[in-house]
């Protein structure tokens, strides 16, 4: 996601405060357990004890967020947090749009942004593999032979390298100001050189992650929207998730940024101006969710890729419809595949990325572990070695995107969830390389 108008935050005394006020918090012992737990579930919410965490260290996390909106970090958020197959937080907080607009529910709708890449695309590409019709070593030009017209390098580029973010693109181009359309995108696209021979180095490139959708719907045959909803969303019950949202939707939707060369404020529209210009149907961005759809894909993931017996009436249940269960979505030796780290020269997985340093999901989930951010102020993380996932929604490019509060906020958010756990011994991750964030 371009990041061009990012400008300087400013008032850098309250960032300071504000980053120390997170690690208090996420650094206080939780407190003796409350005798009532049964009595401390909200909605769809299993009392924390249920599934080995504490009562009071969630509720001194939910005072946090609160606190943390009120100093600028965004509007409004929404938060999931699944463990042991259950929910244990699932709630909003804080506005839609500031003061006197709608409150954030789980059921918001939040443009999700690179949440896209992995969400959408990366599942449809495992998809594909797991059907035989796709490999990570085809060339990209056995798919898309147009592909390859800018530079002879590119009939070289693999599946593989695409997903791990090393086929030599750039990170991204400013098209939209120049450009509208898929038939214009596809020539762009085409005819764009590469900065480096393919196979090196680590650029997180959003062109990598469209030509990834072109493939899904080459093969498929269906635009990449129509191919998601057939094979996933529908099938979890995912009705919030999609592309192009409707009209009637948006009064649950956040508004994310003031964009004046659009008209105003971006409000059921995709914030990401490459993929709003290619039609709001990409692979890097478009897709719109809400919290309580993501914790079904969440829980998919933990289920390596096989959808649970669920009943959604049933406390804590992560799902939307009943199901039966044993429909497998996603083969499990893909998932264990696509999520693990890839090498020690990066962060990234395939498709995915991993906890590395000041990772986006603080410190103490485990190099086991996988997620990803959305420039928006959207994440997932996931952890199957604490049985974990933790969905973290966000709009703090409401009004500006020149607005970096959500960085330090995020990573409090995991640790004082992480450290919560109390059935099993948590420990701070050993660190490495810097991971950036979006």
């Given at each position: 996601m371009p990041g061009s108008r990012r400008g300087?935050?400013?008032?850098?005394?309250?960032?300071?405060?504000?980053?120390?006020?997170?690690?208090a918090v996420a650094a206080c012992s939780p407190a003796a357990l409350?005798?009532?737990?049964?009595?401390?579930?909200?909605?769809?919410?299993?009392?924390?004890?249920?599934?080995?965490?504490?009562?009071?260290?969630l509720r001194q996390l939910d005072s946090m967020i609160d606190s943390a909106l009120v100093a600028g970090v965004a509007p409004g958020a929404a938060l999931v947090v699944g463990r042991h197959g259950r929910i244990v937080r699932m709630r909003g907080y804080g506005t839609l749009d500031g003061p006197g607009t709608a409150a954030v529910t789980p059921e918001t709708i939040w443009d999700m942004a690179s949440l896209t890449k992995v969400i959408g695309t990366?599942?449809?590409?495992?998809?594909?593999?797991?059907?035989?019709?796709?490999?990570?070593?085809?060339?990209?030009?056995?798919?898309?032979?147009?592909?390859?017209?800018?530079?002879?390098?590119?009939?070289?580029?693999?599946?593989?390298?695409?997903?791990?973010?090393?086929?030599?693109?750039?990170?991204?181009?400013?098209?939209?100001?120049?450009?509208?359309?898929?038939?214009?995108?596809?020539?762009?696209?085409?005819?764009?050189?590469?900065?480096?021979?393919?196979?090196?180095?680590?650029?997180y490139s959003d062109i990598g992650v469209?030509?990834?959708?072109?493939?899904?719907?080459?093969?498929?045959?269906?635009?990449?929207?129509?191919?998601?909803?057939?094979?996933?969303?529908?099938?979890?019950?995912?009705?919030?998730?999609?592309?192009?949202?409707?009209?009637?939707?948006?009064s649950r939707i956040a508004p994310t940024e003031i964009d004046e060369l659009r008209g105003g404020k971006m409000h059921g529209r995709v914030h990401d101006e490459n993929a709003d210009a290619f039609g709001g149907?990409?692979?890097?961005?478009?897709?719109?969710?809400?919290?309580?759809?993501?914790?079904?894909?969440a829980q998919l993931m933990l289920d390596q890729g096989e959808v649970r017996e669920c009943d959604p009436s049933q406390i804590g249940a992560p799902c939307r419809?009943?199901?039966?269960?044993?429909?497998?979505?996603?083969?499990?030796?893909?998932?264990?595949?696509?999520?693990?780290?890839?090498?020690?020269?990066s962060s990234r997985a395939f498709g995915w990325d991993t906890p590395e340093g000041r990772s986006s999901a603080g410190?103490?989930?485990?190099?086991?572990?996988?997620?990803?951010?959305?420039?928006?102020?959207?994440?997932?993380?996931?952890?199957?070695?604490?049985?974990?996932?933790?969905?973290?929604?966000?709009?703090?490019v409401n009004p500006t995107r020149d607005n970096s509060r959500h960085v330090p906020f995020r990573r409090a958010v995991h640790d004082a969830v992480a450290q919560s756990i109390t059935d099993m011994p948590v420990t701070r991750r050993e660190s490495g390389q810097y991971s950036p964030e979006n």
């Open positions: 300087t935050v400013g008032r850098t005394l309250s960032r300071i405060l504000l980053v120390m006020a997170f690690a409350p005798a009532q737990a049964d009595e401390l579930r909200v909605g769809n919410e299993v009392a924390p004890e249920w599934v080995g965490m504490n009562s009071e260290a990366t599942t449809a590409v495992m998809q594909l593999i797991d059907a035989g019709r796709l490999s990570l070593d085809d060339r990209v030009v056995q798919y898309l032979p147009w592909w390859s017209e800018g530079d002879a390098r590119k009939a070289q580029v693999t599946v593989r390298q695409l997903l791990l973010h090393r086929a030599g693109l750039p990170a991204f181009r400013r098209w939209f100001l120049e450009m509208e359309g898929r038939p214009a995108y596809i020539e762009a696209i085409g005819a764009e050189p590469l900065e480096a021979d393919p196979g090196g180095a680590t650029v469209m030509t990834l959708a072109l493939i899904v719907e080459e093969i498929s045959g269906n635009r990449l929207d129509a191919y998601l909803e057939d094979a996933l969303f529908a099938p979890l019950g995912m009705s919030d998730t999609g592309f192009l949202p409707a009209p009637e939707l948006r149907v990409a692979g890097h961005a478009g897709l719109f969710s809400s919290g309580q759809d993501l914790a079904v894909f419809i009943s199901a039966a269960g044993g429909e497998r979505l996603v083969q499990s030796a893909t998932i264990e595949q696509f999520t693990r780290r890839f090498d020690d020269s410190a103490f989930f485990g190099r086991g572990a996988f997620g990803h951010t959305g420039y928006t102020g959207t994440s997932i993380w996931i952890d199957p070695d604490l049985d974990l996932f933790v969905i973290l929604l966000t709009n703090r």
